[in-house]
């Protein structure tokens, strides 16, 4: 089963998706770490990624649904994959679909985790003091940026999934343990 986890920044996906790797045995494909390892392992993907990002261009969606195909070829998970950072377009989300078809397999669940976006800076400032400053993303500056981004880009996507019968909307402001509860509800 493949899923997508969607949910503004600070919502908790990265929690969630750790508890599905753990306790299902899901494996979480994130865009930015199969860049920076195709990249380092001199792919001709990882190349072509690299020649792109040199020149401060975007990587192209061929390019990120080619290395998320590439991924699955590599990983042998009969549990399922768990999408994150990708896609972040209707475009990037319409190629998926077709890769995923032409591999006779699809996206079964898109899961939005619902949050109060002023109960996000909480989060944030929480989760600067636990780590001590260590994660430079921590503070409301960035947090308000990422908020942008994600209303620009990313939640036009919603409409996209809900037409097709994919999305469930969940609380993320209940514990972390009731959230994963309501994930694995819809997971089945």
């Known amino acids: 089963m493949n899923i997508i986890l969607f949910g503004a920044p600070g919502a908790g996906k990265g929690t969630q998706a750790e508890r599905l790797v753990s306790e299902r045995g899901m494996i979480q494909l994130s865009t930015g770490d199969m860049l920076r390892s195709a990249i380092a392992s001199g792919s001709e993907l990882g190349l072509r990624a690299k020649d792109i990002m040199d020149r401060g261009d975007l990587v192209s969606d061929d390019i990120m649904v080619g290395m998320i195909a590439e991924r699955m070829d590599n ?8 999408l994150d950072g990708f896609p972040r377009t209707v475009a990037q989300a319409e190629a998926l679909d077709e890769m995923m078809a032409s591999r006779g397999d699809e996206i079964a669940h ?3 985790i619902k949050v109060d976006e002023a109960a996000l800076f909480a989060r944030i400032e929480n989760r600067a003091k636990e780590s ?8 409301a500056e960035t947090l308000r940026n990422r908020l942008v981004v994600y209303h620009e880009n990313t939640a036009p996507l919603l409409p996209f999934y809900q037409a097709k019968g994919k999305l ?18 819809i997971l089945g």
């Not at 990983?75 to 768990?82: A, E, V």
């Not at 469930?168 to 509800?185: A, F, L, P, Y």
């Open 132 to 139: 001590a400053g260590n994660r430079s993303d921590d503070n």
């Open 168 to 185: 469930r909307s969940i609380n993320g402001m209940t514990s972390i343990e009731d959230v994963s509860s309501e994930i694995n509800k």
């Open 110 to 112: 898109v899961i939005e």
């Open 75 to 82: 990983d042998d998970s009969t549990s399922g994959y768990i």
